[in-house]
Antibody
Framework: EVRLAQSGAEVKKPGDSLKISCKGS????????IGWVRQMPGKGLEWMGI????????RYSPSFQGQVTISADKSTTTAYLQWSSLKASDTAIYYC????????????WGRGTLVTVSS | QSALTQPASVSGSPGQSITISCTGT?????????VSWYQQPPGKAPKLLMY???KRPSGVSNRFSGSKSGNTASLTISGLQAEDEADYYC???????????FGGGTKLTVL
């Protein structure tokens, strides 16, 4: 089965660090990029950044540059999104999504990871 | 980079047609034929509905169609069905510095 499996929901306190994951399977992962998309409660989708796991080439939205770090482990076909110091405003669902090299859309999405940051 | 502009909500009765607009600029929607649309049912993940303005992925009903004129792209749903009730998002490639930008989303209600 072709899928993107995301890690489970997290509840953290302001100032905590966090790393969530997205593992691709069932397809040739070296042909695809993995992007991250934020959806704050009751709000729309926001593109955060994207990584090519094969060589870790990474691009960030200007809105998220410096706020998060996107990384990948080619050997486990897993992409990561991490924060060094969470804020309450980071509370959101984070989706990973697949993009084929040379295509400009996201054809497969993970189920999302809910991150709740509260004191 | 500002979000693309979509109407907050649209509605229609079963069997009717509706159109959702998505307005950007010459740096995104108008500059590339790389607009995609995503359907997000309540409580679920988004799903690709349309890509490269007019192309439907395998498995997507031909009741969905896309178009673009200038800086505005549109998604039309014909023969509305109850199952079409969802949020719809447009997305455009916006060049190498920004890469992608989403619209604010449109909530479709089937009356």
């Amino acid at each position: 089965e072709v899928r993107l499996a995301q890690s489970g929901a997290e509840v953290k306190k302001p100032g905590d660090s966090l790393k969530i994951s997205c593992k691709g399977s069932g397809y040739s992962v070296n042909s695809y990029w993995i992007g991250w998309v934020r959806q704050m409660p009751g709000k729309g989708l926001e593109w955060m950044g994207i990584i090519y796991p094969d060589d870790s080439d990474t691009r960030y939205s200007p809105s998220f540059q410096g706020q998060v770090t996107i990384s990948a482990d080619k050997s486990t076909t897993t992409a990561y999104l991490q924060w060094s110091s969470l804020k309450a405003s980071d509370t959101a669902i984070y989706y990973c999504a697949r993009r084929f090299t040379g295509r400009w859309y996201f054809d497969l999405w993970g189920r999302g990871t809910l991150v709740t940051v509260s004191s | 980079q500002s979000a693309l502009t979509q109407p907050a909500s649209v509605s229609g009765s079963p069997g009717q047609s509706i159109t959702i607009s998505c307005t950007g600029t010459s740096s995104d929607v108008g500059g590339y034929n790389l607009v995609s649309w995503y359907q997000q049912p309540p409580g679920k993940a988004p799903k690709l509905l349309m890509y490269e303005v007019t192309k439907r992925p395998s498995g997507v009903s031909n009741r969905f169609s896309g178009s673009k004129s200038g800086n505005t792209a549109s998604l039309t749903i014909s023969g509305l069905q109850a199952e079409d009730e969802a949020d719809y998002y447009c997305c455009s490639y916006a060049g190498t510095s920004t890469s992608w930008v989403f619209g604010g989303g449109t909530k479709l209600t089937v009356l």
